[in-house]
């Protein structure tokens, strides 16, 4: 059952979309070519409980109706009729059928195998997580290396369960397969492509 959207309370999206979501588009390709990366993003938005600014700010930007998202959001919350409304994304209930995952609550997240992770032919037909962290910092965090990162560099990605990395650690055996990840805290993000080795 679709809950309906309350437009009196509906926050709104970019205040210029073109603008906006082009800004967005930039910072994204330039945390996704720079692994470890944190960028800016959505800082002027009012995101929707429990959103937060750069996450929206994503969703502005890559959902549309073409794109399948599965989300842990309940649906009857706010931030569900409020992607629905300004990205006009289908949800979907299984993850493997989403072409996005938004990801507001770590302890419930799913494993990563329960997402599409593309085949031979096309690797890239792979679901992208945007997944909420509590912090994200260059210091002291897992040690990342691979294309886009001379030599190596370090992220601090908190509030992820153990067995999150566990599972990152297999679908880097499986590349080309696997899933590219958004990470985002407050108006900042940062990128872990499947290309990246995380040790630590």
């Known amino acids: 059952m679709v809950a309906t959207i309350d437009l009196n309370q509906m926050t709104p999206g970019f205040s210029d979309p073109v603008f906006n979501s082009q800004q967005t588009f930039r910072a994204i390709l330039g945390a996704m070519a720079h692994p470890g990366r944190i960028v800016t993003a959505g800082s002027a938005l009012d995101s929707p409980h429990p959103l937060n600014r750069a996450s929206a700010a994503v969703c502005l930007t890559l959902l549309d109706f073409e794109t399948p998202l599965w989300t842990d959001l309940d649906s009857d919350q706010m931030a569900i009729g409020w992607l629905r409304f300004h990205c006009g994304c289908p949800v979907v209930q299984n993850p493997s059928e989403a072409n996005f995952a ?39 965090g897992k040690r990342l290396s691979g294309p886009g990162i001379e030599n190596f560099s370090t992220l601090k990605m908190e509030g992820l369960i153990e067995r999150f990395w566990k599972d990152r650690q297999i679908q880097f055996t499986m590349f080309p397969l696997g899933v590219d990840i958004i990470f985002t805290c407050e108006n900042t993000l940062a990128v872990l492509p499947r290309t990246t080795k995380v040790e630590g």
Do not use: A, R, Y
């Not at 938004?102 to 195998?113: E, F, G, K, R």
């Open 102 to 140: 938004m990801i507001t609550n770590n302890d419930v997240m799913p494993s990563l195998d329960n997402f599409k992770t593309g085949n031979d032919e096309c690797p890239e037909s792979s679901t992208t997580l945007i997944i909420q962290t509590s912090g994200l910092s260059p210091m002291d």
